[in-house]
């Protein structure tokens, strides 16, 4: 029994180590295609061996994926950092406890396919949920290996979740014939054609990718100029070290070095980070002095609009609080907050998109009406942010010389986390943006893999979406995302710089924008059909041994 817990354990490292690469170094997406492999390999022994509790074997190895994968998010908070690991790791355990289940009601290949469907569903149902961690979709394995991928404007992220599966379930049922000496006693005509479908299964999508790559032609109804000003301050020292009055004129500094190029009569696009400013008050911009401070500097540049994120609040005095969400400052006294993306131009023209998407924990409290009576016992540890219910664009604007709108852009403004939900990142495109911005601060988690993976996670929007992605990050990684995924000018991790460049603008719909996430779709109802035969025949069971 203790070799056999030595192959167990040899097998779970396998396993966490082959599913976390492809996230960690670019280039090895290939290797999770086979990755489950081992997993799928350890339960079959400690099944024929008749290991007991095999449930925690199978999550020290899903434990072990996501602590390989995501531990620098204990660099931003050592409680939710772990809190994610075990947590996520849970659920997936959930799942493939379900699997192991449902193998005692199907034969191997429908519980693989069981396994396969009900797995993606839950990614699925991830992306919704407020409690919400879909860091490690299977599909985002490949978010550093674009050329492998360029088919996900067809099938969005899942598609590549449904392609690892079947690649797995492929390659372990013809290790597991060869192991059992099954494989041997087919005929030659069918262990060509099991080869061949396996085979198939692997290099299809990478030949379908290849040949959208090189046929691939960039879609151009015009080009924006845009200016990328990473400011480099530190997050945690942000406002102890420098008021927003001196973090402003560094901004300031910088953007005017930015636009010595500028182009008269060019819409440019002035990008600075999420969370720039902590004194946009809603209602009341006008009066902001960072808003009034970049409105005089935008007067000597009149083709020019600055999109910069904020930590905007909403005032309110009355009796009760205004939502379930309020803070309480004083009696009949209370403040809401969002994290904001505002966008203004030298006339005073200000839009306002507020993130819907929002990081649980840090920055919203889930499910309110129950959490947030036990965060007021706790002393008010998690964020209570407001987010929009809905996507709304923000309009780049260039005037004529009366003074009249010449040009109007819409773009996308995606804040931060919201890059990496596809399919909901589709609705800016449904709304009719021309180009996506995304402003983060990813320098919470230190130099880690995390910026380099939330970076990555980009490629696969721009895919998706065939949309230029302009990106700017407080201190790296900033820089142009075209719509094969491709990143250029990228900026130094923990530098000051400004960047500039062009995005094309485009108003084509993919096949994925148009009809959404349709492999997602396909497997929570087969799931759901799969299921309900499994507890149909459960119930079955059930009956026929009682009346024995």
């Not at 099991?194 to 032609?217: D, L, R, V």
């Not at 540049?301 to 904020?310: E, H, I, Q, T």
Request: with cysteine; hydrophobic share 45%; proline share 3%.
């Amino acid at each position: 029994m203790r070799n056999i817990k030595s192959i167990l354990a040899l097998l779970a490292l396998l396993f966490s180590v082959m599913m976390s690469l492809p996230f960690l170094v670019p280039h090895l997406g290939f290797l999770a295609l086979a990755g489950f492999v081992p997993l799928l390999l350890m339960e079959a022994v400690a099944d024929a061996h008749g290991v007991r509790r095999f449930f925690w074997w199978q999550y020290l190895a899903f434990v072990l994926w996501n602590a390989f994968t995501t531990f620098w998010v204990c660099n931003a908070t050592v409680g939710g950092g772990i809190f994610a690991i075990v947590a996520n790791a849970a659920q997936m355990s959930v799942i493939f406890a379900a699997y192991r289940y449902s193998r005692k009601r199907f034969s191997p290949v429908l519980s693989l396919i069981f396994l396969a469907v009900l797995w993606i569903a839950w990614e699925r149902l991830y992306f919704d949920a407020q409690i919400s961690w879909p860091w490690l979709v299977l599909g985002n394995a490949f978010a550093r290996d674009i050329r492998c991928i360029q088919w996900y404007e067809y099938t969005g992220t899942l598609g590549g979740s449904l392609w690892i599966w079947a690649s797995n379930i492929s390659l372990f049922l013809i290790l597991k014939a060869l192991m059992q000496g099954d494989f041997q006693v087919l005929s030659a005509k069918a262990r060509g054609v099991a080869a061949a479908a396996a085979a198939f299964i692997i290099a299809a999508p990478f030949i379908w990718s290849f040949h959208i790559w090189n046929s691939f032609e960039e879609r151009s109804e015009g080009k924006m100029d845009v200016v990328i000003a990473q400011p480099d301050f530190d997050p945690y020292m942000k406002f102890q070290s420098l008021s927003q009055a001196q973090q402003d004129v560094i901004l300031i500094d910088m953007l005017e070095k930015g636009l010595r190029s500028h182009r008269p009569g060019a819409p440019t696009l002035i990008l600075a980070p999420e969370t720039f400013t902590n004194d946009i008050v809603l209602g009341k911009v006008e009066e902001g002095y960072t808003w009034n401070r970049m409105r005089g500097f935008l007067e000597d540049y009149p083709d020019a609009n600055l999109l910069f994120g904020a930590s905007a609040h909403e005032f309110f005095t009355t009796p009760e609080a205004p939502s379930v969400l309020a803070w309480q400052l004083r009696d009949g006294r209370w403040v809401e907050s969002r994290n904001t993306g505002v966008i203004m131009d030298r006339t005073g023209r200000t839009e306002m998109y507020h993130k819907s998407k929002l990081v649980v924990g840090v920055e919203m409290t889930p499910y309110p009406r129950f959490f947030t009576k036990i965060d007021d016992k706790l002393g008010h540890v998690m964020g209570r942010c407001i987010g929009q219910d809905e996507i709304s664009l923000l309009n780049a604007v260039s005037y004529d010389g009366n003074g009249n709108v010449d040009r109007s852009i819409p773009l996308g403004c995606i804040i931060c986390y919201e890059s990496i939900y596809g399919e909901f990142c589709t609705g800016y495109v449904k709304a009719g943006a021309k180009a996506l911005a995304v402003i983060t601060n990813d320098a919470w988690w230190g130099n880690t893999p995390g910026y380099r993976q939330h970076l990555s996670y980009a490629s696969l929007r721009a895919i998706e979406t065939r949309r230029d992605i302009a990106r700017c990050a407080n201190t790296g990684i900033s820089g142009f995302i075209n719509q094969r995924g491709e990143i250029s000018g990228e900026s130094t991790w923990w530098e000051q710089e400004v960047l500039g460049g062009q995005v094309n603008l485009n108003s084509e719909e993919t096949f994925f924008v148009r009809n959404g996430d349709i492999p997602g779709r396909i497997c929570c109802f087969v799931a759901l059909l799969l299921l309900a035969l499994c507890l149909t025949r459960t119930v079955l069971i059930t009956t026929q041994n009682n009346k024995r």
